[in-house]
C-alpha cells in the first residue's frame, strides 16, 4: 500500500508539471511559418512559463486554430495582455492549449 502512495504521488507530479499556465504578458511579436513548422509562434512569453527561446506555437491542423490566431494577432495589434496554457511538445517546444486575452 505504502508503495501504491508513492507511485500514485510520482505519477501526479508529472502531470501538474506538463502544462502549465503563463503569467500575462504582452506578445512582443508573432511569426508565421509553414503548417507542421510550428505554424504560428507568439514570442514573449515571461522566462517562468520555461519555454525555448520565449515562444509557444499553435498549428494550423490543431482544432479550433484560426480562433487562436485570429485571437493571438488582435491581442498583439492591440497591445493586450494574454495568458497562455501551454504544454511542452515531444520536441520540448511549448504548444498552446488554451488562451486568455485581458485588459
Not at 7 to 30: D, I, K
Not at 70 to 88: C, E, H
Request: charged share 10%; hydrophobic share 45%; with cysteine.
Amino acid at each position: 500500500m505504502k508503495n501504491l502512495l508513492a507511485l500514485l504521488t510520482l505519477l501526479a507530479s508529472f502531470g501538474v508539471n506538463a502544462a502549465q499556465w503563463s503569467s500575462a504578458f504582452v506578445l512582443t511579436g508573432v511569426f508565421v511559418s509553414a503548417e507542421g513548422n510550428y505554424h504560428l509562434r507568439a514570442n514573449g512569453l515571461p522566462a517562468a512559463a520555461n519555454c525555448p527561446g520565449s515562444w509557444a506555437y499553435i498549428n494550423q491542423s490543431d482544432s479550433g486554430s484560426k480562433e487562436y490566431m485570429a485571437s493571438l494577432l488582435l491581442a498583439y495589434a492591440l497591445g493586450k495582455q494574454v495568458s497562455l496554457y501551454v504544454a511542452p511538445d515531444t520536441n520540448g517546444y511549448c504548444h498552446i492549449i488554451e488562451l486568455q486575452v485581458s485588459g
